[in-house]
């Protein structure tokens, strides 16, 4: 069961890309990605509701008065995340800031791993989850400075890289803090999927509502989706695989391989995106040094999960 994860951890890492060119056409259609974020976890939402319903698991709601406040809230990440990502591209630059959130999701997913936090299983400071870690870290490390470009700023400012680093940190606390609320509804991780997505939804909306309220540009206009390619609505659903997958496969495998496969698959699935434009984002050369931190991903990932 525990090798089914591996190829499921790499493809639900794979759809993040597919998520992020879904995501810009819907945020260039709409106007705001904040609105665009917002649908896009509506549509995740409804879509784990529906197969929730037709699992016959939907009764495992009934079960959410009894479950611990904390449990609930994992879906909060997600909106920290996009946040941030929305705050730091200016900033840092989309590589390196992807760069620093790899980096903060795989130091969370060892601390998981390492003492058992969260309901995680502890495995203790492993020495080849270390050393596949700080191979991982390599290889983000030559994906960022391999990308060249704009990009490759000068990151001085502490406080955005902190930043960076936490917004990275809290996608595998979320997978750990499903998994509990998984537990909670007695195995049911479509309605666990539901949950999260919804309250992410709420927290997305109450961010977006703030920075209308706080803004004198322009108001979201839905009826720019109608210029929207099809594969634009496919956001919500990259999502709802992704959230799905991870915490599923952590306590079956481990925070930091979860995390890992799920990385790689990420970057693996962005190289194409980069060389050959999909999804009408921009089009550029994968550098030798980059394809080079790829393969350290995918070493470094088996170093965690075999050694």
């Given amino acids: 069961m525990e090798t089914l994860f591996v ?6 890492g794979g759809l993040l890309a597919v998520q992020a060119g879904a995501n810009a056409q819907l945020s260039k259609a709409v106007g705001s990605p904040f609105a665009a974020t917002t649908l896009q976890l509506a549509i995740g939402t409804g879509l784990l509701l529906l197969v929730t319903l037709l699992t016959g698991t939907i009764a495992a709601l009934g079960a959410i008065p009894a479950v611990k406040w904390w449990h609930l809230v994992g879906g909060t990440a997600s909106a920290v995340y996009v946040v941030s990502t929305i705050v730091l591209f200016p900033r840092l630059g989309a590589v390196v800031s992807v760069g620093l959130f790899i980096a903060g999701q795989m130091l969370a997913s060892l601390t998981l791993d390492s003492f058992g936090l969260l309901g995680v299983p502890p495995t203790g400071l492993r020495v080849g989850a270390a050393v596949g870690t700080l191979v991982v870290l390599l290889g983000v490390a030559m994906v960022v ?3 060249g470009g704009k990009d490759n700023v000068k990151v001085d400012r502490l406080g955005w890289i902190a930043l960076a680093l936490m917004a990275g940190a809290v996608l595998p606390v979320q ?12 195995g049911a991780p479509f309605a666990v999927g539901a949950i999260s997505f919804l309250v992410a939804t ?4 109450a961010v977006m509502l703030l920075v209308l309220a706080g803004q004198k540009t322009s108001r979201p206009n839905i009826t720019g989706v109608q210029t929207m390619p099809w594969w634009g609505w496919l956001g919500g659903l990259a999502g709802a695989t992704y959230v799905t997958t991870v915490f599923t496969a952590i306590p079956a495998i481990g925070a930091a391989a979860a995390v890992g496969l799920t990385v790689a698959g990420q970057q693996v699935a962005s190289v194409f ?12 050369s994968v550098s030798g040094l980059r394809l080079g931190g790829v393969v350290l991903l995918l070493a470094g990932v088996a170093v965690i999960k075999l050694v």
């Fill in 202 to 205: 709420l927290a997305m909306a």
């Fill in 7 to 12: 190829p499921l951890a790499l493809f639900a």
């Fill in 145 to 147: 400075f391999g990308q």
């Fill in 175 to 186: 997978g750990a803090v499903n998994a509990l609320l998984r537990h909670d509804l007695g």
């Fill in 273 to 284: 995106v980069d060389r050959y434009g999909w999804f009408r984002l921009p089009q550029r």
